[in-house]
């Protein structure tokens, strides 16, 4: 069973319990939560700045290098429902460490690879590690902090993804143009070193201890997205009509069918389908893919175009889009502060819409020679749209479901994000290769125009989903099919009643009751 608090005395408002008698700062609670998953994240991106060294050190070919990228994330988008299903069965703590410690260690070996397939291993490796940590970490600061603080909480997280983001071709510049391409993943080990003995201390374990895998159901969830991203990141090189793909999306539509009814009747489900009976969930889903579909799809021929009009290096062009990337910094805590006053759902519109006016921006603006003052406004638009966007989305998603039930909603809604960012990479990609190329300046923006409109599109859709979000979701029962609540149910709620100290006395007279007639 989990730890439960030894005691439910006031305390500051900043402090979350970690373990009996001691307290912890809320600062270091996200942090311990938050540091893996910078890691987790900018390795998805840095990697991207870094293509062109890797070819020329490795002799790798144009297919090696889209697997240096599609490696992890095949791996992470697919394992990330088994990542939060093993975290709920044998502690999310637990979990977490292991996949911070696989992670590191699968740095490790991409940094001493010497052949391509070696690297490719090493990157799917880090993808597994990957799958582990980033759904439990958002689960693990949700439990950690009181829910009068959660919003603020998860604006920060959201800040540190946003840092991530940043980062990325700032720090895949920077190895591209002065070091070894063997730092991108070196740098992965002394925030390894750190972050486990730092979650052992702060975070506190817990789990549903009475669940039982759902092996079948893991098995059917993996195998449909192992097909569906198959098919997404083959599409633009073999062709949208080619057998292989047009097979790996009729192989993930069969197995998305088979989990669905699987579902249905699995007594223990990894994904409980009650989720989908809630509209804030489904909406917040929907507006999360697309936001990554649009903006990520765009920003990944934008980082290019910074680098061909007019010619710049890597780290040039990654230190132009700070403008951009850095917004999320600063708006995400706001926008998490925001939440509950405002509603996730309509700050989660704004944040979109105004990500669609800054793509916009760019895309009227953007020529074969575009001054960066001329982009500069444009890009902290839509930086601004990304902070409004995050950090109401994981309030959102993790307010729609049952405290149990966190870890599979986060794992969920990570895999829709993780698939809609590569979809939009590879739909957006396709657009451009059918409009222009990258052989010069112009037809490099012949190109840009048609793809960005497309993300634009996307994200407006995105938008108007999160208009319909309502302001305080109702979570479903936490598990719908069974005909009573489940018996690790009640276990998990005493920590949370013990986390709010300053809980009203109504509340804790009721509390006071229940625990009387179990006595009885």
């Known amino acids: 069973m989990p730890q439960?608090?030894?005691?439910?005395?006031?305390?500051?408002?900043?402090?979350?319990?970690?373990?009996?008698?001691?307290?912890?700062?809320?600062?270091?609670?996200?942090?311990?939560?938050?540091?893996?998953?910078?890691?987790?994240?900018?390795?998805?991106?840095?990697?991207?700045?870094?293509?062109?060294?890797?070819?020329?050190?490795?002799?790798?070919?144009?297919?090696d290098l889209q697997w240096f990228v599609n490696a992890y994330v095949l791996t992470f988008a697919c394992l990330l429902l088994t990542g939060a299903a093993l975290g709920?069965?044998?502690?999310?703590?637990?979990?977490?460490?292991?996949?911070?410690?696989?992670?590191?260690?699968?740095?490790?070996?991409?940094?001493?690879?010497?052949?391509?397939?070696?690297?490719?291993?090493?990157?799917?490796?880090?993808?597994i590690g990957a799958a582990a940590v980033m759904p439990l970490s958002l689960t693990l600061l949700s439990a950690a902090v009181p829910e009068r603080r959660r919003g603020l909480a998860l604006g920060m997280w959201s800040a540190i993804s946003g840092t991530a983001v940043a980062c990325g071709p700032v720090v895949g510049g920077a190895v591209v143009d002065g070091l070894a391409?063997?730092?991108?993943?070196?740098?992965?080990?002394?925030?390894?070193?750190?972050?486990?003995?730092?979650?052992?201390?702060?975070?506190?374990?817990?789990?549903?201890?009475?669940?039982?895998?759902?092996?079948?159901?893991?098995?059917?969830?993996?195998?449909?997205?192992?097909?569906?991203v198959w098919a997404i990141v083959r599409g633009p090189e073999d062709g949208w009509t080619s057998a292989g793909v047009l097979g790996g999306f009729a192989v993930s539509a069969a197995l998305f069918v088979v989990f669905v009814v699987w579902e249905g009747r699995a007594p223990h489900p990894v994904l409980p389908l009650g989720f989908y009976r809630v509209r804030a969930f489904v909406l917040c889903n929907i507006a999360s893919g697309a936001m990554y579909f649009g903006v990520f799809g765009s920003i990944f021929l934008l980082s290019q175009y910074l680098q061909i009009a007019p010619a710049r290096t890597p780290l040039e062009a990654g230190v132009l889009t700070l403008a951009w990337t850095l917004m999320?910094?600063?708006?995400?805590?706001?926008?998490?502060?925001?939440?509950?006053?405002?509603?996730?759902?309509r700050l989660m519109a704004f944040g979109l819409f105004t990500q669609a006016a800054g793509l916009a921006w760019i895309n009227?603006?953007?020529?074969?020679?575009?001054?960066?003052?001329?982009?500069?406004?444009?890009?902290?638009?839509?930086?601004?749209?990304?902070?409004?966007?995050?950090?109401?989305?994981?309030?959102?998603?993790?307010?729609?479901?049952?405290?149990?039930?966190?870890?599979?909603?986060?794992?969920?809604?990570?895999?829709?994000?993780?698939i809609g960012g590569a979809l939009g990479i590879a739909i957006l990609s396709s657009v451009f290769t059918q409009n222009g190329s990258d052989r010069s300046a112009q037809e490099f923006v012949d190109g840009l125009h048609p793809a960005v409109w497309v993300g634009v599109g996307v994200v407006l859709l995105g938008a108007i989903s999160a208009l319909f979000i309502p302001?305080?979701?109702?979570?479903?029962?936490?598990?719908?099919?069974?005909?009573?609540?489940?018996?690790?149910?009640?276990?998990?709620?005493?920590?949370?009643?013990?986390?709010?100290?300053?809980r009203s006395i109504r509340s804790m007279a009721a509390t006071s009751s229940v625990k009387e007639s179990r006595r009885r």
């Open 4 to 63: 439960q608090h030894a005691s439910g005395e006031s305390g500051p408002a900043d402090r979350t319990p970690a373990a009996p008698g001691r307290a912890v700062p809320l600062w270091l609670t996200i942090v311990a939560t938050g540091l893996p998953m910078f890691m987790v994240a900018l390795d998805n991106l840095v990697v991207s700045a870094a293509l062109r060294t890797l070819a020329v050190e490795l002799d790798a070919t144009t297919s």
């Open 88 to 127: 709920d069965r044998f502690g999310r703590r637990g979990v977490f460490i292991l996949g911070i410690a696989v992670f590191t260690l699968s740095s490790i070996g991409c940094g001493l690879a010497d052949t391509t397939g070696e690297l490719i291993a090493g990157r799917a490796l880090q993808g």
């Open 181 to 228: 391409w063997q730092w991108i993943f070196w740098v992965n080990i002394p925030v390894g070193i750190v972050a486990i003995p730092l979650a052992l201390r702060v975070l506190k374990e817990g789990s549903l201890p009475n669940t039982r895998l759902d092996l079948p159901g893991m098995l059917f969830a993996t195998g449909a997205v192992v097909g569906l």
């Open 328 to 345: 999320p910094m600063v708006i995400a805590p706001v926008a998490g502060a925001l939440t509950d006053r405002v509603g996730g759902g």
């Open 364 to 418: 009227l603006a953007a020529t074969d020679d575009t001054p960066y003052h001329r982009l500069v406004a444009a890009m902290v638009l839509g930086g601004i749209g990304m902070g409004f966007a995050f950090a109401p989305t994981a309030a959102v998603v993790l307010g729609s479901v049952s405290p149990q039930h966190q870890g599979k909603a986060s794992g969920a809604n990570t895999t829709v994000r993780e």
């Open 471 to 502: 302001h305080r979701p109702t979570p479903p029962p936490p598990y719908p099919s069974d005909s009573g609540p489940h018996p690790a149910e009640e276990p998990l709620r005493l920590p949370l009643v013990q986390e709010e100290p300053l």
